[in-house]
């Protein structure tokens, strides 16, 4: 048994340690612009918690948690910076924080690879405990088997991995979406109600990063009439304190949905129209299963696929209990985001550690029903290959391109070296970001940067983009296509007219009005190396607004 927990221990540090360096790679990505979207929603927030004391992020489109943990890491470094005497005081901190914006991402980052190892070691958990439910398999080799390969193939997950490199809510809400899970499973298997009130508060932590992750509650609920029958607890009791620990579990780290309740229902409101009427040029003309069936195979491959129904259809036969705690809740969340006129491949993350631990357990029950015990590891070796391999070939390209030169990095050397700090630029997000000077703290050179704010569905009818440019009179103006192209998506055109006939406007004054002194592409660079990024566009004021 102690040999076993070697091979265990040692195939553990293997798949963590291969899960950090693929996560880790280009970690770096971009910095010191920010070229995600959604990161700058957090590391703005967490530094200004820091600096002003200001704990309250006032947005709730997504849940605060991610932000509230970015905010005490940074926390902990000014304190540090202060025992040290590097910090005076929080001013200074501000200040270093706008010349180093490099070193916060990159720990807004680790936090994320964090929770991505999490999501790695609560698969295998989550396998082995599904393979404890059988008396044959409790206490054989197979308990290694399985959770290994759960392990490998989430570890080399390239939709996970690349979700592990972006401060985004996605890994934190995954982390407690498969540590829900796998207590669940364990509550059952033991027939303790009181490990759901544990399940209650991994599921609003879940929440507390991802709204969507609220569908825990139906496996919970599941587990918990499992118990009753077995005779173990009270079903009124303990839901009353699974409701409790949610709750509990959600405003831990999203405490100020309660403290600024109107500004909470405000913005969920905003958020369900944004999912359900439309994102601006992210449409999928309700096509969006056929996307998600899509993304899948691009990113994790087929093999990926067919090995996950395999494991779907041993589980039912073989593992009934667990089948009714998994399935169900992939199913519902599959359909439920299969009716978002929104889509993005990582929506499909909930699905990909479930995946993993299905391959899992039905590869190690095949071994099991294996009479010869070599010819079973043999097959072991080459289910995993042809699923890992795959996802090993997809990351590694991934990762690559991360450390191509980006058009966005090339057109803010441009714009810092030839345009006149100080100078008035409109822009758009998505392209580079130049420092902004009406900012208390900043990096220099900085500018007089006002930023075009996109169009989101219902909530931006009325917004003309070409009154802002009048408005603002910038001497430059920079576009990017990762949204001039959003607004050029037919589907969009169909379903708001108006709106992206006011953009086709803007554009088109942009093109006859004004001068290009910087276009940029995403292509080879003639060294036979390429260029990755969006379509950049620089404009000159001819400074004729009318």
């Known amino acids: 048994m102690a040999s076993r927990k070697a091979q265990l221990a040692i195939g553990l540090a293997v798949i963590l340690l291969t899960a950090v360096v693929f996560r880790a790679w280009n970690l770096d990505w971009g910095l010191p612009q920010e070229f995600h ?18 704990w309250n992020p006032h947005y709730f489109l997504v849940p605060s948690l991610q932000t509230g943990v970015t905010s005490v890491a940074y926390g902990i470094l000014y304190t540090g910076g202060r025992i040290s005497g590097k910090f005076k005081s929080s001013g200074d901190f501000g200040q270093w924080a706008a010349n180093n914006n490099t070193v916060l991402f990159l720990i807004g980052r680790g936090l994320s690879v964090f929770f991505g190892l999490v999501v790695v070691f609560a698969s295998m958990l989550f396998a082995g405990e599904i393979l404890r439910s059988s008396e044959k398999l409790r ?37 407690f979406f498969v540590l829900t899970l796998w207590t669940v499973v364990r509550a059952v298997r033991v027939g303790s109600a009181r490990l759901l009130l544990l399940a209650g508060l991994f599921a609003g932590l879940a929440v507390s990063s991802k709204y969507s992750a609220a569908i825990l509650v139906i496996p919970i609920v599941t587990g918990l009439f499992m118990i009753q ?194 100078s ?67 589907y969009a055109r169909e379903r708001f007219p108006d709106l992206t006939a006011s953009w086709t406007a803007y554009y088109e004054y942009l093109d006859t009005r004004m001068e290009v002194v910087l276009e940029l592409s995403a292509e080879d660079d003639g060294d036979g190396g390429k260029v990755v990024g969006p379509g950049i566009i620089i404009y000159q004021s001819l400074n004729d607004y009318q």
């Open 139 to 175: 206490d054989g080799p197979l308990l290694l088997y399985g959770p290994v390969i759960a392990g490998i193939i989430a570890a080399v997950s390239p939709l996970m991995i690349t979700s592990s490199r972006f401060i985004t809510p996605d890994m934190p809400m995954l982390a």
């Open 424 to 490: 008035r630029i409109l822009l758009e997000l998505g392209g580079p970001q130049p420092a902004d000077a009406n900012k208390e703290f900043h990096r220099e050179p900085s500018y007089d940067v006002m930023v075009l704010p996109p169009a989101f569905s219902e909530t931006s009818q009325g917004m003309d983009p070409i009154s802002i440019l009048m408005l603002t009179s910038p001497e430059y103006v920079i576009t990017s296509s990762n949204y001039r192209d959003r607004y050029e998506n037919n």
């Open 229 to 422: 029958g077995k005779g173990k607890g009270n079903a009124v009791g303990s839901l009353f304190g699974v409701i409790g620990m949610m709750a509990l579990g959600f405003l831990a780290g999203t405490p100020y949905a309660l403290l600024d309740f109107s500004t909470f229902i405000q913005h969920l409101q905003i958020q369900y129209i944004q999912q359900h009427e439309g994102h601006l040029g992210m449409e999928r003309a309700g096509l969006t299963s056929l996307h998600m069936l899509h993304g899948l195979i691009v990113n994790e491959g087929y093999v990926f696929l067919a090995a996950g129904i395999a494991g779907l259809v041993i589980v039912w036969m073989k593992f009934r209990s667990q089948f009714w705690l998994l399935v169900p809740i992939m199913v519902l969340y599959l359909i439920e985001i299969s009716r978002w006129t929104v889509y993005a491949d990582r929506y499909l993350l909930p699905a990909l550690p479930i995946t993993a631990v299905l391959i899992g357990v039905g590869s190690a029950t095949i071994l099991n029903g294996l009479k010869n015990r070599i010819v079973g590891i043999v097959v072991l070796i080459v289910i995993t290959a042809l699923v890992a391999v795959p996802q090993v070939i997809t990351s590694v390209e991934s990762g690559a391109a991360l450390g191509l030169p980006d058009t966005r990095t090339i057109a803010l050397e441009w714009v810092e070296e030839g345009i006149e700090p100080g």
């Open 37 to 54: 979207p959604d990161e700058p929603l957090v590391v703005p927030r967490a530094v200004g918690a820091v600096v002003d004391g200001e």
